[in-house]
T-cell receptor, first 111, second 115 residues
Framework: QKEVEQDPGPLSVPEGAIVSLNCTYSNSAFQYFMWYRQYSRKGPELLMYTYSSGNKEDGRFTAQVDKSSKYISLFIRDSQPSDSATYLCAMKTGANSKLTFGKGITLSVRP | NAGVMQNPRHLVRRRGQEARLRCSPMKGHSHVYWYRQLPEEGLKFMVYLQKENIIDESGMPKERFSAEFPKEGPSILRIQQVVRGDSAAYFC?????????????FGPGTRLTVL
């Protein structure tokens, strides 16, 4: 079993849709959770960073963490064509430790 | 504030040659991480370095790969005697020394192609 599993894609939605992206993990030592966005042939860009169960909101993005179920989600409201990218969940056990990534899901938002 | 810089952005090598990938962390950052992204796969951790120290190399292949982060200058990921399976995008990330803000910021990557 992989440490981090991410819903497979690709995912295509119409502009304005609500998008839900999900990851599960098996290592209960993971304490810090991140979502990165990666445009084609670019480096990953940090979107959200959380370390506690619950929700964290930033503009159109909401990150949700459920440590008891070992499950994290990223919600994108009012999706835009510019949101079309690959989304990677990542997690780590402590400060200044390596990130373990999900495989990524490619999202396409149709105008 | 300049971001993480990597060079070259693209590198082509023939089998058996050496590849040297460079990473300059963000200003004020003293921690460097290297990750590899193979086609159709997620990012995989390779090595974590601080100035003049390798902290965690659990993701580094045992042979042909080495990394350093000298007191002066960029971090270097070195691949000796490259093989076709080394073709991938290599990303460097840096984070500040302050543990309360240890977010990793990624560079644009170096795309290595082995012919």
């Amino acid at each position: 079993q992989k440490e981090v599993e991410q819903d497979p894609g690709p995912l295509s939605v119409p502009e304005g849709a609500i998008v839900s992206l999900n990851c599960t993990y098996s290592n209960s030592a993971f304490q810090y959770f991140m979502w990165y966005r990666q445009y084609s042939r670019k480096g990953p860009e940090l979107l959200m960073y959380t370390y506690s169960s619950g929700n964290k909101e930033d503009g159109r993005f909401t990150a949700q963490v459920d440590k008891s179920s070992k499950y994290i989600s990223l919600f994108i409201r009012d999706s835009q064509p510019s949101d079309s990218a690959t989304y990677l969940c990542a997690m780590k056990t402590g400060a200044n430790s390596k990130l373990t990534f999900g495989k990524g899901i490619t999202l396409s938002v149709r105008p | 504030n300049a971001g993480v810089m990597q060079n070259p952005r693209h590198l082509v090598r023939r089998r058996g040659q050496e590849a040297r990938l460079r990473c300059s962390p963000m200003k004020g950052h003293s921690h460097v991480y290297w990750y590899r992204q193979l086609p159709e796969e997620g990012l995989k951790f390779m090595v974590y370095l601080q100035k003049e120290n390798i902290i965690d190399e659990s993701g580094m292949p045992k042979e042909r790969f080495s990394a350093e982060f000298p007191k002066e200058g960029p971090s270097i990921l070195r691949i000796q005697q490259v093989v076709r399976g080394d073709s991938a995008a290599y990303f460097c990330a840096s984070s500040p020394p302050n543990l309360s803000t240890d977010t990793q910021y990624f560079g644009p990557g170096t795309r290595l192609t082995v012919l």
